[in-house]
C-alpha cells in the first residue's frame, strides 16, 4: 500500500531550525509534484511549500527566504528545511505527493512543528 512517512517534526527556540523529510514508498510512478501544506488551530490548511520533479519550486509569501524545500527523485522523498523559525510557524505539517499519470494524489499523517515563544 502507498504510504507517505514523515519524519522530524518537533519543538524548537524562535530562530531556529527543522528539517522535515517525507518519503514515499509503494508509489510505481515518479510523483510530479510533491510538498507541504500546514494547518494551524482554527487556522485554514494552507501550501508552504511545493516542487516539481524538474525542481521548479514554489513557497508561501510567508515563508519564502526562511524555507527550503528539495527532494530525491529516485527515493520520492521529498525534504522541508526550515530556518528561521517564528511562532506563527507552529503547526501540523502534512506531506503530499501527486502523480497525474493516475490522477492520485497520497497525504501524509502530518508531524507537528511547535516554535515557542
Known amino acids: 500500500q502507498v504510504q507517505l512517512v514523515e519524519s522530524g517534526g518537533g519543538l524548537v527556540q524562535p530562530g531556529g531550525s527543522l528539517r522535515l523529510s517525507c518519503a514515499a514508498s509503494?508509489?510505481?510512478?515518479?510523483?510530479?509534484?510533491m510538498g507541504w501544506y500546514r494547518q494551524a488551530p482554527g487556522k485554514e490548511r494552507e501550501l508552504v511549500a511545493r516542487i516539481t520533479s524538474g525542481g521548479t519550486t514554489n513557497y508561501a509569501d510567508s515563508v519564502k527566504g526562511r524555507f527550503t524545500i528539495s527532494r530525491d527523485n529516485a527515493k520520492n522523498t521529498v525534504y522541508l528545511q526550515m530556518n528561521s523559525l517564528k511562532p506563527e510557524d507552529t503547526a501540523v505539517y502534512y506531506c503530499y505527493a501527486r502523480v497525474i499519470v493516475t490522477t492520485d494524489n497520497y497525504w501524509g499523517q502530518g508531524t507537528q512543528v511547535t516554535v515557542s515563544s
Open positions: 509503494g508509489i510505481i510512478f515518479r510523483p510530479n509534484t
